[in-house]
């Protein structure tokens, strides 16, 4: 069975600049995750979609991160404009769309912002 | 916010001994669960213990729950050097019997085993 796949893993900017991450979920996992990890700490979660709808986005800085997924499949996360405190792994997960939601993990993006 | 808290923050052992990594936590769960992280795997699901569940065992890996002191208990018996890695205890904080799958995750401990 194919993980959850993310690019790129590992990507570079500039503040103010801004950036895109990708992740195709495993197959049938309806469910998909997007944390941020920043170095040091547990991984946080950003924002829940259930298909193609969104079930939690309440710690999402909507004000520079945005999300989507189209087709209930994969899922892009984006920031505009990128500041120093973003820079952290951003991983994808995926679960089947039942409880207990168990929860698969890509490699992630390793996110540096100078 | 993180919820759960992990305590120690860093363990170091010698092969063949046991590691027990503690996780507390502040509000009302439906599950409690454990990942393991290194740098060759990421993120990696190892158990889940329901809030009705007391100990639950897979392998050389322990996990007890007790809901009243609201804390969790990793134990790996038998460590090998593989095990090196971060673990972290997260949180499903849907109470009443719901999980949405909404999981918090605490800081971590980092567990080192010596050869």
């Known amino acids: 069975e194919a993980g959850v796949a993310q690019s790129p893993r590992y990507k570079i900017i500039e503040k103010r600049q801004s950036v895109a991450f990708w992740c195709n979920p495993i197959s049938g996992h309806a469910t998909l995750y997007w944390y941020q990890q920043i170095l040091g700490q547990g991984p946080k979660l950003l924002i829940q979609?259930?298909?193609?709808?969104?079930?939690?986005d309440s710690q999402l800085p909507k004000d520079r991160f945005s999300a989507e997924r189209l087709k209930g499949v994969d899922s892009t996360l984006k920031i505009q404009p990128a500041k120093l405190e973003d820079s952290a792994v951003y991983l994808c997960?995926?679960?089947?769309?039942?409880?207990?939601?168990?929860?698969?993990f890509g490699p992630g993006t390793r996110l540096t912002v100078t | 916010s993180q919820q759960g808290e992990e305590d120690p923050q860093a363990l170091s052992i010698q092969e063949g001994e046991n590691a027990t990594m503690n996780c507390s936590y502040k509000?009302?769960?439906?599950?409690l669960q454990w990942y393991r992280q290194n740098s060759g795997r990421g993120l990696v699901h190892l158990i889940l213990i329901r809030s009705n569940e007391r100990e639950k065992h897979s392998g050389r890996l322990r996990v007890t729950l007790d809901t009243s002191k609201k804390s969790s208990s990793l134990l790996i018996t038998a460590s090998r050097a593989a095990d090196t890695a971060s673990y972290f205890c997260a949180t499903d904080p849907s109470a009443g019997g719901t999980s949405y799958g909404k999981l918090t995750f605490g800081q971590g401990t980092i567990l080192t085993v010596h050869p």
């Open positions: 979609f259930q298909n193609n709808g969104v079930v939690d």
């Open positions: 509000t009302s769960i439906n599950n």
């Open positions: 997960a995926s679960s089947l769309p039942v409880p207990p939601y168990e929860q698969y």
